[in-house]
């Protein structure tokens, strides 16, 4: 009996082993492994979308980029400045500018005959000051540009939905036709959507970094109108007069503090005028107030609450819309 079972069970082993080699792949199996061969497929694109998107939108640190970082408290707001501003500047060339001007100032102090502490002390405000002061400049300027300007892009963007192009195509007529930093901004959300990116992540990221409640309104504008439907050709175009009577109105908030602000800024500098023209008629007299304890607590102090004034002036004729 065992003698006979044996080969039964060589026979029925080896038959086995046939259907298996002669059946082929499993539909099964074959269509799990088409599956996972799109998975990373898919996988691999977005991830070299992602790679694009990260060379386009952030620019590669240098060594002295990296280097400054590390002491900067805040390096990640201070890119997003430069990055307002729409000049190519990175963190590195920005520390490197600070500890230029601070160098040559406290140096033209030291030559002069300023006192040693006083030097430093000058040349770390003015070197630390002055390029925030002309980073801040530069962005109210370029953001005063764009909204200027802004409402034209909406009226165009209007004319385009009703010559019936998609709101992808009037976007690129934008970026094309109008200068300046609107065009700019339109045209990086263009090169986003290039590559991949969706329309609300580019408006949201050019709404991130512009900070402008005119852009805002645009992108809510946008994306209420694919939640609920309608008319975006009028929607826009409401919105665009809604941006110029904002306009006429800060206006005219402008013309009725000029007044106020004129006055603070003479009163303000009155004390600066006064002290530098004493200091070229009498520099020795002048001078007490770098070496004399009582006169530096007492220059301080009027340094303080001039400061204090002027911030609450500041406050009394600057109105939100």
């Known amino acids: 009996m065992m003698q006979l ?3 039964m069970i060589g026979g029925a082993f080896t038959l086995l082993l046939l259907l298996l080699a002669f059946s082929g792949p499993s539909t099964s199996k074959a269509q799990k492994r088409r599956l996972d061969g799109v998975r990373e497929r898919h996988g691999r694109f977005n991830m070299s979308v992602e790679d694009k998107m990260r060379r386009i939108t952030t620019a590669q640190d240098t060594r002295i980029d990296s280097f400054a970082s590390r002491f900067l408290p805040n390096p990640a707001l201070l890119k997003k400045r430069l990055a307002m501003t729409g000049k190519e500047w990175s963190v590195g060339q920005y520390a490197i500018t600070n500890v230029g001007i601070a160098v040559v100032f406290a140096a033209l102090l030291l030559v ?4 040693f502490l ?13 390029p925030h002061m002309a980073i801040g400049y530069l962005i109210k300027k370029r953001i005063k540009q764009f909204t200027v300007r802004f409402p034209d892009a909406i009226e165009l963007l ?5 010559a019936g192009l998609p709101i992808s195509e009037t976007l690129g007529v ?21 590559i991949g990116r969706t329309m609300e992540a580019a408006l949201q990221e050019t709404a991130d970094r512009l900070g402008t409640p005119e852009f805002q309104f645009f992108c809510i504008t946008l994306a209420i109108q694919r939640e609920t ?16 009577k904002r306009a006429q109105m800060k206006l005219k908030i402008k013309a009725m503090s000029s007044e106020s602000k004129a006055s603070a800024y003479i009163v303000g500098s009155l004390p600066f005028i006064v002290f530098s023209l004493i200091w070229m008629i009498n520099q020795k007299y002048m001078n007490n107030f770098f070496t004399d304890e009582r006169l530096m607590i007492a220059g301080i102090g009027g340094l303080v609450w001039m400061s204090i004034g002027a911030f609450i002036m500041a406050k009394m004729v600057n109105f939100e819309i």
């Open 118 to 130: 006083l030097c430093i002390f000058g040349g770390l405000m003015v070197g630390l000051g002055l």
């Open 229 to 244: 439907g309608g008319n975006l050709a009028e929607t826009l175009s409401n919105l665009a007069d809604v941006l110029r």
């Open 158 to 162: 209007v004319r385009g939905l009703r």
């Open 5 to 7: 079972l044996v080969p």
């Open 174 to 194: 934008v970026s094309a036709e109008l200068p300046g930093p609107v065009g700019e901004e339109f045209r990086l959300i263009t090169d986003k959507m290039k």
């Open 112 to 115: 002069k005959g300023a006192p």
